[in-house]
């Protein structure tokens, strides 16, 4: 499709139905539409934490933010030798993002991005699009705050778009096509918060948020992109 024709709204519905874009590469001036006929999705009640990770978090002293470098985030994401975000995609996801549809978890050492997780979001669904990590453990870090912070917010559905061995050892699975898209009718029916009201969690509250069970790894770089 000529991503010249997309617009931010165009993209909204595409998310509705089930639909995602995708780029051959960042050189690549055409966007492609993706239904797979399995999906992946993590349960946010499921997600696993590793005893590495959990330290990680309650040790670091990395800072987390949400909200506060969204293009940032996204250009790191697409700052790899493959990479399926081309310049039409960034412009569209910061136009959601200005739009209240697209958000970002970024952890921070000092002043430096490390690492950071984004995706788009409708009623009480959440398409996890990309995450990147500058530090050992960072964009799992982004995915745990992620995670937590959409618990919190009412959140009912996170799309991880593909399965990959990463995301089944954070405790994704994979559902047919048609079981995604009635999971998904049900989630556009409801309403969540991204910035819940009063939400501030201590990093202990996030380590001891998920299943202990399995071992953390990255996520959400679509089928070929871990972090």
Excluded at 130 to 156: E, I, Y
């Amino acid at each position: 499709m000529n991503a010249q024709a997309i617009t931010p709204e165009i993209l909204l519905r595409a998310y509705a139905a089930g639909i995602f874009p995708m780029a051959e590469g960042r050189d690549d001036p055409e966007i492609h539409w993706v239904d797979p006929r399995r999906r992946g999705i993590l349960p946010l009640d499921g997600f696993h934490i590793s005893r590495s990770l959990r330290r990680t978090l309650l040790r670091s002293g990395w800072r987390v933010t949400a909200d506060t470098a969204f293009a940032a985030t996204v250009d790191s994401c697409a700052d790899r030798d493959e990479t399926w975000i081309n310049d039409t995609i960034f412009t569209l996801y910061v136009a959601l993002h200005r739009m209240g549809h697209a958000h970002s978890v970024e952890v921070w050492e000092g002043s430096e991005l490390i690492g950071g997780v984004y995706g788009v979001t409708l009623g009480t669904a959440f398409f996890g699009e990309s995450m990147f990590s500058r530090r050992t453990d960072a964009s799992k870090a982004a995915l745990a705050w992620c995670v937590h912070r959409l618990k919190a917010g009412g959140f009912t559905l996170f799309d991880t778009q593909f399965l990959t061995p990463h995301l089944r050892s954070l405790g994704g699975i994979e559902i047919p096509r048609s079981d995604y898209h009635r999971r998904l009718a049900t989630a556009l029916q409801g309403r969540a918060e991204f910035h819940p009201a009063g939400y501030s969690p201590s990093p202990s509250d996030v380590a001891g948020s998920a299943s202990s069970a399995g071992a953390a790894a990255g996520v959400t770089q679509r089928n070929t992109q871990t972090s």
